[in-house]
DNA sequence: CCATCTCAATGGGGTATGGC
DNA sequence: GCCATACCCCATTGAGATGG
């Protein structure tokens, strides 16, 4: 493989792009016609086969396969043909499995639905994977029947196991072996459920080992099969799926083999909806998120190569694959877009946290969204909470930003307010959530730690900013520098970074204007106190 | 029960960039 | 210059949550 940011790391950028061997060319078209034709999870499993197959990244093959399918959609467009060149592969593809189904359900598979399942068209999905009419599919069922059986007999997977897209010798069913590649022949499981599709798009079931949300319900399977039943309520934070989703699977848990019966008809043959199971949709706890703003904050706010390190180290850290939290991240810059917010500028290399464990809450430690908040950007990511008060404020507080430089030490007095006020509505909204929740689970210390902090920050700010507010009302520079010198260590940081750029982009060291606005801002301090 | 909202997921368009 | 790759942006879909 010739991947130019692999041989140059260090320098790697934006549009570095690879350059295909003609073998590996030859492997991507290969795969594209057997199926590999949409960057869907149901084309996961084959994507990551044809990644492994051709030694390229993952998102190089996932990306290859979107490239081609505007290409050959153009193709079609000159031609005339509309849609039906992408049809076409459908329809070649189905047409063929259709063909070929008998022979490609081999006997061993047979054998293993016959052993592992029981009655032909029952199967083990949950009741909500079956909703979607897509997963019901006798082949679906060999397929998942065969993840489930080898999860539940898996007793050293849990979190750990999904740190990477598992490979599917992993998750093979003892009784399948499949060959690799399976694309050029051989009696493979994968095989079976590309080619039997007629329409093997977004409809299609997908091999569920490869959906990092299936993932977390396995783990969760697993956890409630490892261990004493438990109570599908609120959860720990550690999985990714919803109470919802794990009231239907543990509801499931209950359901025997023979209860669910599938529907013989298969209606995702004529499906063209983009229905999807329960399972598909990651469901990120208050802790993940709060996880990924820190990485946002730190500069994880592009796709590119440039965060790479930060999305794997994000998804090493959440144990999801790259392309949920790649997902998180595009989602994220819309909403900022939305809200008209400024998209910090991504940072390359490595993350670096004081401590990883988002339950300790050092003193030292930057609080969550507000370590940085003195850079232009992080403001609207301190602001960007989910509740509307803060995004209200956020937006009252527009003109007192407009006003000013960016970098200006008034600038940054602006933002200590608005840190201040949105530490203040923190707290406050903790408070009240603090009162109406029994302090016995993990969340509730996690909450109370995160007060604890708040407070002490709050705190600090609120003395600093005031000394701060005096010395520019008086116009006293020296002490402006002495507090500015005395600033906590990470607002000094970003304080001394944000003067940095400033001189580099070729301006004066500014000094404290702007009296105006302070003056409203020093009434809205005094608002504040009483 | 229904309407509405949020947000993960997806595909497609536009385009910058690098290789040939 | 052309083409392939990579990235960003956007619209859309649909599951789940929530409120009336």
Redesign the pocket.
């Known amino acids: 493989m ?3 940011w692999q041989l140059n790391d260090l320098n790697a ?8 061997t003609a073998e590996q ?1 030859r492997i991507l078209e290969r795969y594209y016609e057997c199926g590999m034709i ?6 996961f499993q084959l994507i990551l086969q044809c990644a492994q197959e051709t030694k390229l ?1 993952f ?2 093959v996932r ?2 396969v ?6 050959l ?2 193709k079609a467009d000159q031609n005339g043909a509309g849609a039906q060149a ?1 049809s076409h592969q459908h329809v070649s593809c189905g047409s063929a499995g259709a063909l070929v189904a008998g022979s490609v359900l081999t006997a061993e598979i047979a054998a293993m639905r016959s052993i592992q399942r029981g009655p032909p068209v029952t199967h083990l999905l949950p009741p ?1 994977a079956s ?2 009419s897509s997963s019901s599919s006798p082949l679906s069922d060999v397929i998942l029947m065969g993840i489930y059986a080898n999860c539940f007999d898996a007793t050293v997977h849990n979190r750990t196991v999904t740190k990477s897209l598992p490979s599917h010798a992993e998750m093979e069913p003892p009784a399948v072996q499949r060959k690799s590649p399976i694309i050029p022949g051989g009696s493979s499981v994968l095989k079976c459920s590309q080619t039997l599709k007629p329409f093997p ?2 409809d299609v079931i ?1 091999p569920s080992w490869e959906s ?2 299936s993932r977390a319900e396995l783990r969760y399977l697993l956890t409630i099969n490892s261990e004493a039943p438990q109570t599908p309520g609120k959860g720990t934070g550690q999985d990714r799926t ?4 794990r009231q ?1 699977i543990a509801a499931q848990e209950q359901i025997t083999p023979r209860q669910v019966t599938s529907d013989v008809s298969a209606p995702w043959l004529h499906s063209n ?12 706890s208050d802790r993940d ?1 709060y996880t990924l703003k820190r990485y946002w904050d730190k500069g994880m706010t ?5 965060c ?1 390190e930060k999305i794997s180290a994000a998804a090493c850290e959440l144990s999801v694959d790259t ?2 939290i790649k ?2 991240i ?6 900022y ?1 939305l809200m008209g917010i400024e ?1 910090p500028p ?1 940072k390359g290399g490595p993350v670096m946290f004081p401590n990883h464990s988002p339950l300790i809450l050092e003193d030292e430690r930057q609080t969550p969204e507000l370590g940085e908040a003195s850079e232009h950007n992080d403001l609207g990511s301190l602001c960007l909470s ?1 509740d ?1 008060a803060s995004d209200l404020y956020l937006k009252e507080n527009d003109d007192v930003n407009d006003e000013s430089d960016g970098s200006t030490p008034a600038k940054h007095v602006t933002n200590l307010f608005i840190v201040e006020r949105t530490i203040f509505e923190i707290l406050w909204n903790s408070c009240l959530n603090m009162n109406n929740l029994p302090p016995q689970n993990e969340e509730v210390q996690f909450l109370e730690n995160e007060l604890r902090s708040q407070k002490q920050k709050f705190s600090k700010l609120k003395s600093f900013t005031k000394s701060l507010l005096i010395a520019v009302r008086n116009k006293d520079r020296k002490k402006q520098q002495e507090l500015l010198a005395s600033l906590p260590q990470k607002v000094n940081e970003d304080w001394d970074l944000g003067l940095e750029n400033h001189r580099e982009s070729g301006a004066e060291m500014p000094t404290i204007q702007k009296e105006s606005s302070v003056s409203e801002e020093e009434e809205d301090m005094d608002q504040m106190r009483l």
């Not at 950028?13 to 295909?20: E, P, Q, T």
């Not at 909806?273 to 990120?284: A, G, P, W, Y």
């Open positions: 010739k991947c130019a950028s934006m549009n570095l792009r690879s350059v295909f060319q949409n960057q869907s999870k149901s084309c990244d998102s190089v990306t290859w979107g490239n081609k399918r505007r290409k959609a153009s992408l909500q909703s979607s798009s977004r997908a990092p949300a919803s109470n919802t989703t239907n909806s983009r229905k999807r199971t329960l399972q598909d949709r990651t469901q990120f998120v592009s796709l590119g190569s440039l790479k392309e949920i997902t998180w595009g989602n994220r810059r819309r909403k877009r998209i991504p989910d509307g």
